[in-house]
């Protein structure tokens, strides 16, 4: 157990020292603490509401991971692929259901710090009033939450190909899906001929509803099993995607 | 410990339509190089793909050791040092790291990684480099560092896909050296389509070609196949004249004329170059080359890949 443990943390310290190795981490950072600064003070209003709360912060996250996150993702497994080293990587005395695992920690970690970084906004809210720094705080896990659930489907998406444009788009597409699952852009698709048992299924996979659950302050268990069981899934998707074309 | 021993057994991979490994069956034993020779696309690297565990065998399987590919795999993988094609590697990392990482991932841990990975860079003359980052390095400092992510933890059993391909003749030279170094207590497979390759370093060769198995042989045997085994050449002033009567003697099944160069055929079990050397005596020729042919790999290979057996 602990040899497969230290396998994970194995992966996961190369993939993280790979990220600032090269500019990626950086622009990256820079780009979501802008665009979360901009979102937040311009568009969302943060001093004119007049509320001591981050709710204008945290209500664009999922836009803003719309992109961003995918942008992280979609080097994951296509630049292995591109570059040969998945060959190496998945001949290795370590299982591929441990290389995913590890790399997507790696990505995690590193949105984690990205987001981690966005404190001086926190710091802002608490010299300008007296927020609840619980709801705050729940926001702040709602939030790495769900960019853990979008990064778990960039995984697999960036499993599926070896280019990474092409891993963006289907990353972007696929989240927007997600996204929007419980909006009646979507459930208009479905209402008519789907059954009601589907149909609350789908609406029930929005990650919006969830995150709006979690950033309010209410840390229900259902929510956080909700985005476990996301992450999970498409982790275990990557890895049978993984499994099935590792020669193409 | 189990023994030193790989057992492939009618091993299949298809894809899609395609069958690139078509009933491989074979086995190496300790102190063997095994060459796997054959036409590009012929199944040399799917076939190690398979044994290192990155493929699954469409069907067939083989054993490292003891322990089986499909069902053992984490094991059997713990026995091989593999270099892939190209010697592929993470550009962004410093040598030093990445052979850590590697040596890590092998089960070394802390210190011991650290030491493994200096080991590696010493045994692979990469004492210059350590600290520069893969992607920086020429192409012969690359594939030292895919040699030395292989031996990193003192494999048993080496599987090496073209190790020597686009490197200069000493780059060449020196892999061929370290992989004769640790021939003796290990196995050994490389791939290869330099047929000078399986003279150097290999004392067992495989032809492949088309994902079957056509000619399993020593490199001696292999050459031995050749039409130009203790064959004759010479060359001679008046060279018609010359063949003419060479032609006569019952030891030559065929006298050829190429170039300028009489290459002359020996009859089943006849040595010919004695033979030669006297008739040029006493006939007076005048000549300017000699020489007793040992055989021709190249022709071997073509005729064994493109026209069935020898």
Not at chain 1, 110 to 125: C, I, K, N, Q, R
Not at chain 2, 49 to 71: E, Q, R, V, W, Y
């Amino acid at each position: 157990m602990s040899g497969s443990v230290a396998a994970v943390v194995n992966v996961t310290r190369r993939e993280l020292s790979g990220y600032f190795s090269t500019p990626v981490a950086w622009v990256f950072i820079v780009i979501f603490l802008v665009m979360s600064g901009v979102f937040t003070f311009y568009i969302g209003s943060f001093y004119e509401r007049g509320i001591a709360d981050l709710e204008p912060f945290f209500q664009f996250h999922p836009w803003l991971y719309l992109f961003l996150v995918p942008a992280i993702g979609m080097r994951l497994w296509a630049e292995e692929r591109r570059s040969g080293t998945i060959e190496l990587l998945l001949t290795l005395p370590i299982t591929t259901w441990q290389a995913v695992l590890g790399k997507f920690l790696a990505a995690w970690l590193f949105v984690g710090l990205a987001l981690d970084l966005t404190f001086p906004v926190w710091l802002t809210v608490n010299y300008l009033g007296d927020p609840d720094n619980g709801v705050v705080l729940a926001g702040y896990i709602g939030s790495w939450l769900m960019a853990g659930g979008f990064l778990a489907i960039a995984s697999c998406m960036s499993a599926l190909t070896r280019n990474q444009v092409v891993a963006f788009i289907l990353s972007v597409v696929v989240c927007f899906g997600f996204l929007l699952s419980g909006l009646p852009m979507v459930m208009n698709l479905f209402t008519g001929w789907a059954p009601q048992g589907l149909l609350d299924v789908i609406a029930n996979f929005s990650f919006l509803a969830h995150f709006a659950a979690i950033s309010k302050g209410v840390i229900d268990l259902r929510d956080l099993v909700y985005f476990g069981l996301v992450i999970a899934l498409w982790l275990l998707a990557t890895t049978i995607v993984l499994e099935m074309k590792k020669a193409d | 410990m189990n023994e030193l021993k790989i057992v492939a057994t009618d091993l299949h991979k298809n894809f899609g339509s395609l069958l690139a490994v078509n009933g491989l069956s074979f086995e190496v034993g300790a102190g063997e190089v095994l060459g796997f020779l054959g036409p590009n696309g012929a199944g040399k690297s799917t076939t190690m793909k398979m044994l290192t565990g990155f493929l699954t065998p469409t069907s067939g399987t083989a054993l490292i050791n003891g322990h089986d590919i499909l069902d053992d795999s984490l094991a059997a993988r713990r026995c091989v040092g593999y270099l892939p094609e190209g010697a592929p590697s993470y550009g962004e990392m410093t040598v030093r790291r990445f052979l850590e990482f590697v040596a890590r991932a092998r089960g070394f841990a802390g210190k011991e990684a650290v030491r493994a990975a200096g080991a590696a860079i010493e045994r692979l003359n990469l004492d210059r480099v350590p600290e520069q980052t893969v992607e920086t390095l020429s192409k012969g400092f690359k594939r030292r560092v895919g040699l030395a992510q292989a031996i990193i933890h003192d494999p048993s059993v080496l599987i090496l896909d073209e190790p020597t391909d686009g490197l200069d003749p000493n780059q060449k030279h020196e892999v061929r050296q370290l992989i004769r170094e640790m021939s003796s207590e290990k196995i050994i497979v490389i791939s290869t389509h330099l047929l000078e390759e399986v003279h150097a370093v290999c004392n067992r060769a495989m032809i492949i070609a088309d994902g079957r198995l056509l000619v399993d042989d020593t490199p001696a045997g292999l050459i031995a196949r050749s039409r130009y085994h203790d064959a004759v050449t010479l060359v001679v002033e008046q060279p018609e004249r010359v063949a003419s009567v060479l032609s006569e003697l019952p030891q030559a099944r065929k006298v050829e004329l190429r170039e300028g160069e009489l290459t002359v055929f020996p009859a089943e079990g006849s040595k010919l170059f004695q033979v030669i050397s006297d008739a040029v005596r006493e006939n007076g020729w005048s000549v300017s080359e000699l020489r007793l042919e040992a055989g021709r790999l190249d022709e071997v290979f073509r005729q064994v890949t493109q026209g069935g057996t020898v």
